[in-house]
């Protein structure tokens, strides 16, 4: 029957879980899958949140100016804090609290805190700073959402100090990125509290993110949980981004943010960004005041250092020219 | 403190809430004021359902033809079941479920049962009928939903056996309407929940129901329910339209429905119906298949006994002109 | 750039719209890919609709009873009428339009109809019928959409009238089903008004439609519009349907449909359903008075011709062994 | 017909609307009332918007953190802009609609831009900023709405220079506040595309904001706007503030915004306001850098004289004990 394999009860789905249920620790574990991120997002906040509830998020989230809305569609507001290299901390947490207990009923009530581990700049939690947010969340009853697009790389820098099984104790829900870490499309829902995930099947369905053929997924997280290939990828797209990361500083280049993962922001001129933008694809992510650019570059597990090297030879080109000129 | 005043904090709306608290036999019941029944319906679905949940209602129900589809607008969808005069039985309420349940994740979860006291026909619940829906809404796990627009006219026709505190208690949610029943504007909403009811001024300030100056609807209530006028006006309109319906029963007409509270249905000939189209307001409810017009007449506290009387004479005097012809 | 290749604009997703725009006869014909139907519908419908607005379909449309209140969770009701061996018909429409409109503003508007060809039993809309409904959409100013989940199958089928033109023509958006006429996952959304088009990505974002590597959908659709694959797959369904169902005939079996594509609905009495899903995957479709049982049979491009003779023998010895008894 | 009084066209809400049309100077303007201004925005911004428009606010406009999130429930996202005193800029416009064109379908479609006149903080537009901000929306096709929950108060400051018909020209929805000046409820929003006005009522029930009774809303306006008595309360309260904010500035406190209507924001120390929240209801409504804080008192049409003078005197005898200590 379609309709069960939509469940992603079919062998392969299963293996999928088998093997993540052993990375957290949990065989109980209830784990679905999702196509797409901005799904996995306004999944995750929509069947856990009741009308007059809201989700807190760092300016940088990903559900603040990225899913085009999405969270709101689903009739949720996102209440933002500033955050800390894209990372939220429990004063902040604290303080959008206490912002909407200001005025009596003013803002709708905060009941979850969604945090992206490594951030949307690149920067991942280390296990204290993930307690220390679980702790608070639990301290105000707030529900704990992790976006794990890259958690891939997060769990293999050289800065982490956590495991699956760690996040998994820590947070309430959180996704592993599949698409951004070597998949054609799938993420793979992680739901801790079991009547949550009971239910959790009716809410895919009604947003339409329920595959008919669920193996389709399913085949994308048993391909890359075996044989260490989910974090091997990872691996690489961290040490191409350190190596790159490197290559530039080394030429004098400052960054906008630490190298953590997989994402390198070096400041450019808008001279050397042009002459780039002929040959690579980027985002100029930020305009500092004094004229310069912050440009991301995001590696992957496709990088070759190929290309590593012929960007970097590049900016070295370009560098010597200018300094003739 | 004008918010304040909006949480109908004020003497006005204490002093009806104290009354309320009476007739239902607790003195902690939550006691919230909205101007009208399309908002306090929506408001009492919206924020007790969460986004995969759905509300079960007869036919007839009002969410499910007359409100514009606000209860869709907030998300939900509204089940139906035929009624019995206009009435849901335990019969059908486990019917939709069974129902929802024939293929797996395809409708949305039922979570809360709506029905009307009186129907939206007059027909009225007698005691037992409502605890026997209780009791099933209670084994399928149901919130159960009482709209009391016209609750007045329930709790003092004939057939009635049941007080507020029955409703109270057999009820998670009811409101006690005071719109139709001479205020201003105005219903009652009573909560059962401490839990539900705590959050309660969120959903209402969120869908814009929050009055600055709550005391208005206080005032209404306040009013309404010293002296027993509340329930003195519900018997009026309930005795005129007994007298019409027995009026127009002497003269031979049949109904649609038994005339239970205040709501009567003759069956009128088209003639009949465009004689009297010309004199007074009323709704043709529906056509019959034999051509035959069922109408619609209301009564209400400011009925006076001479417009019945008037009514009944351009009835009788089209009658007799029609059997000359 | 990922967030590109998200809305398809991959040579593979252009390969498919360069062969979907030449069957619809239109080369500015504006096509998304969604990777399922419940997707495809909610986001035809909520990317065309204001919140008063709702859409018409007959009691047995995919997005009545089996999306999970999709359509309503984006705020939008669903007004039914019975259809007509699943479909809708002009007098059926014009009569919901008719509906909301005896009392003012008590329903919301009817802004969409919503058709599936072939329709959930199966049937296929003719030429002139499909003509009929786009009249009178077009009279009362509604949109048309047409669930294509099966289109293949409506396009192949032996009564079928029209091409992938005449649908482009007629309605307003239509969609092509990939996931039930042999692709992995995949919908190909046809919108025919440049506007509407235009912000449809921003719907897809929000809603979590659209996928970082849209080549995905694309590679299906491409392959399946390569050497007529997409046509020769649903032709296999509906002649093995119509072998199914001429052999079922020939036993002396009766049907609650007839069998027009790819469905086929026998009447069993519930002894032989019971004996048959012991071997054989199917949906009871529905309880006859009688206490027979309509079951529903759907065949695929993968139904293999032995596969309908071990059915049609298990059928047949247990009608055997019956009549002995 | 009780539904037709819902629509306000009993006789007072049509006294009331050829008021608002003389000031207006159009004979066809639409109006509407509601019981409220969270209800009035609500409704304002959900029945002109589609799911993937959003609403552009200054970050102190009131759908942004006092209407518990209102605006998001009905599925739209509030991009805010820092604000110039409270005000929205065209420059400001301009910058958040290019900021969501920076990342292609990444934030929803901007569609509509909230201002309120006066603003939270009291300060008004003058003709030629309002005219700037209409100019800039019709280059970016954006629609403009004005909440004028305190709008007599703008008209009849001392620095306004516009009439109700300038605000009517140059906006598209505005409405007209009541129940901050001198109504026990009720706001009048005028809606000027006639396409947009006639499907208002729709929205209106579906949002559960039709009055049965709409007479009670019509009586406060057409007894608001018969002889002047609309702008005469304003215009106390206006002047209640001036003389309030005359009298603190006399006795050397510094202010936080310039009193232009009927707000004032002295800047008190700590231990000032502990002294006056004993005998006084005020906001605190800033915490500053030196520890300072940022107070706000809001006169009315009843605020009386002797109430300034007993505050001022609190505030000096304060000030005396305070220097001798």
Known sequence: MSQQSGYGDDEYSEDARRAIRSLVGNNEASIFFTAGGTGANLLSVASHLRPHEAVISAQLGHIVAHEAGSVEATGHKVLTAPGVHGKLTPEQIQSVVDRTNLFTFAEPKPKMVFISNPTEVGTVYTKSELAAVAAVCKKLGLLLLMDGARLGAALTCSKNDMTLKDIYDLTDIFWIGGTKNGALLGEAIVIKDPASAADFPYHMKQRGAL???????????????????????????????????????????????????????????????????????????????????????????????????????????????????
Chains 1, 2, 3, 4 share one sequence.
């Not at 391909?223 to 091997?232: H, Q, S, V, Y």
């Not at 992510?285 to 310069?292: N, S």
């Not at 440009?295 to 020219?321: G, I």
């Open 211 to 325: 595959l008919a053929k669920g193996r389709v997924l399913g085949i994308q997280f048993r391909t890359l949980l075996k044989d260490d290939l989910f974090f091997r990828l990872a691996r690489h797209a961290n040490s191409t981004a350190a190596e790159l990361s490197s290559s530039l500083e080394k030429m004098g280049f400052e960054f906008w943010a630490e190298t953590e993962s997989n994402q390198v922001f070096p400041i450019f001129s808008p001279a050397l960004v042009q002459e780039l933008e002929k040959g690579f694809n980027f985002y100029v992510w930020e305009h500092l005041d004094d004229g310069a650019l912050v440009v991301r570059l995001v590696t992957s597990w496709a990088t070759e250092p190929a290309q590593v090297k012929k960007f970097c030879n590049a900016v070295e080109d370009w560098s010597k020219r200018s300094k003739v000129l």
